[in-house]
DNA sequence: TATGAATGAGCGTTCATTCAT
DNA sequence: CATGAATGAACGCTCATTCAT
């Protein structure tokens, strides 16, 4: 693994155990083991890791998902493994979500957000053309405006239960809070019960 | 307007203006016209405003719902007032939302988001089990697991178009993204079309 | 004495003991007993020192042409007094002089420096004009453009004694330059040699 | 042109645009086109590039002096062609003359300094030696203080015009004050007026 | 209560210098 | 000779925090 690769990684260590604000660049390089002055021969600022690192987390949630969902069962089903390899990276990754929600909210590299975060709607919208396919979902919604709200719902749900600190019983609440939103997402898609 | 409510009405002001890690406490003492050391009687740190402001922010939040949301009117009605106060409050204070996000995320005062944003799921809460009276929405799902799950839907699909700086045709955008929140919310309720 | 005026004493010694580039705040402020931050309480960098400076140093210079020239004497030993006084400033003051020039020429800080200087103009102006009204002087230039002939011409002639490190023998090379320059100036400006 | 002439092209080129304390290893090399290392094997820091800097002024400053200035003509008129290529000098590279008075100043090289500028002093030296020859100019001085003050005075007085960023009307004060040095050396010298 | 001058630890950043290739 | 990635000491500067008034 290069230096740039070692810095990115260590950066994502750090901001997920400390935040981003109270990581410092001499945290990261001091993880990654190189000196001071070789961070900014990869990156010119703190921020400007933010774009990367929100590359790597699509591509974990992409994995997640594609690994998770199993195309040859019921749309139903397959929604609730959607649901959960969401909620999986949230649990896992809650610290890099708000990081991204808001550091780079902060940062001047919102733009790419949207090119960087394309992948996953675009898989979603595939789920739910096939799905129409076998004559499933409601037909009255573009298969995008769909999955605009499929993902906005999942994510959020899981950020409900995982973005705060209060663990008490939170498998048991996730459960529920996954089953629920399964259940609303089945709903909102028109989308009829398994049989 | 006491010393105490001066500065945390200018610390809303700061952080919206130019983001929650760019302002300093000498810029909000300078905005509060007081003197630097008048900051530590009233808040201990930067963060420990956060309790005050997401409480803030919430009653804005209720505020504007309430105002919003005629009872008299159909219940998908009173869906779209919703979706759009909440895209109203979105537009308006995006910044401080993903300063709630995030920025609570990374202090130590967590505990009481929560609490503090009790009242916005008891008041959705009360909309549904009203419904229900009248016989509308689906009952297979408790008002208060509801209630979560709208609220994630409609915040989430209004940070979707107003979190970004992208504003090409931004009121265009949210628009159709509202029109289509509440097609799926009133699916993912089993209520009626308005007839 | 103030803490800005503790900071700008030091600044000049650390100058003129180790040169402007090679004084870092850090060394200004250790010698002040000082705090770091301290400094940028009354300048934003480095570099805004120099007016300061300038203005101190034309102060001295000023003083030290006032006390040395006696308006009572001829003419022509008013010149020597004053080519006396420059001298022995540049010879205490080298250091601050090539700082001066250079100095402010890399800063923002240029545009204060002819009116920081107009004092001495000013003085060697009028020191034409009251030779003039008795008779002395060549009348076919200004005193404003002699003015700053001579004080070109001394100042320079004094560095080229004082602003290199060639110690050698250096105050018989001073003697022996004082006169010429002396001498220089008076056919420069038409005076006739004492009798 | 080798490695080592780039490197020095390359460095004046710099410190002309950019100031020399502004002016980085870096930007030399980048600008040369050879490699950081590469610098090193020719000069072991950056003020060691001083000296050979002020000896490719001088040569310019020669230079310009020899082609501007006629022997057929009268003594008063070189003057004139002396006073203007100095000015011409200034102007051109004033940025670079600062650095040499100030920056070597800085620097342990300041002994070379003399002994680098020593062919100017000769030229005008011998200058007034051929005056005197046509019984031109005063004797009751040296040709070598004559020459010292002489340039002492142009130098100055150029760089009174060109030091400063004040570039309002600036060729039209120039010639002013080319004018009044040019009356001023004559007078200093005891040279006649043209007639 | 209220002030604001003073603090100083610690930050991001620079850049002259080295050395394995 | 030439390279350029890597280094790390040292810099300017910020800003939350304190405390004598």
Same mark, same amino acid.
């Given at each position: 693994m290069n230096k740039q690769e070692t810095i990115l990684q260590s950066a994502i260590r750090m901001f997920t155990e400390k935040g981003v604000d109270k990581t410092t660049i001499s945290d990261i390089v001091k993880d990654a083991g190189v000196a001071q002055g070789t961070f900014y021969l990869y990156y010119p600022s703190k921020l400007s890791l933010m774009p990367a690192i929100a590359e790597v987390m699509v591509k974990a949630t992409l994995d997640e998902v594609i690994t998770a969902v199993d195309p040859a069962v019921s749309l139903r089903t397959q929604l609730a493994q959607f649901v959960d390899a969401i909620f999986r990276v949230s649990r896992d990754h809650h610290e890099i979500q708000a990081m991204i929600y808001a550091g780079l909210a902060s &940062? #001047?590299?919102?733009? *790419?957000?949207?090119? $960087?975060y394309a992948p996953v709607y #675009?898989? $979603? &919208?595939?789920? +739910?053309? !096939? %799905?129409? *396919?076998? %004559?499933? /979902?409601? !037909?009255?919604?573009?298969? @995008?405006?769909?999955?605009?709200?499929? +993902?906005?719902? !999942?994510? &959020?749900?899981?950020?409900?239960?995982?973005?705060?600190?209060?663990? !008490? @019983?939170?498998?048991?609440?996730?459960?529920?809070?996954?089953? #629920?939103? $399964?259940? /609303?997402?089945?709903?909102?898609? %028109?989308?009829?019960?398994?049989?």
């Open positions: &940062s #001047e590299h919102l733009r *790419e957000w949207e090119s $960087v #675009e898989w $979603v &919208s595939r789920l +739910i053309e !096939t %799905g129409r *396919e076998h %004559g499933d /979902f409601r !037909t009255d919604s573009s298969p @995008d405006q769909l999955a605009k709200l499929i +993902i906005a719902l !999942t994510e &959020s749900a899981a950020e409900q239960i995982y973005l705060y600190d209060v663990e !008490t @019983d939170q498998e048991n609440r996730a459960a529920i809070q996954k089953e #629920e939103t $399964v259940k /609303f997402l089945a709903y909102a898609l %028109g989308l009829p019960a398994d049989d």
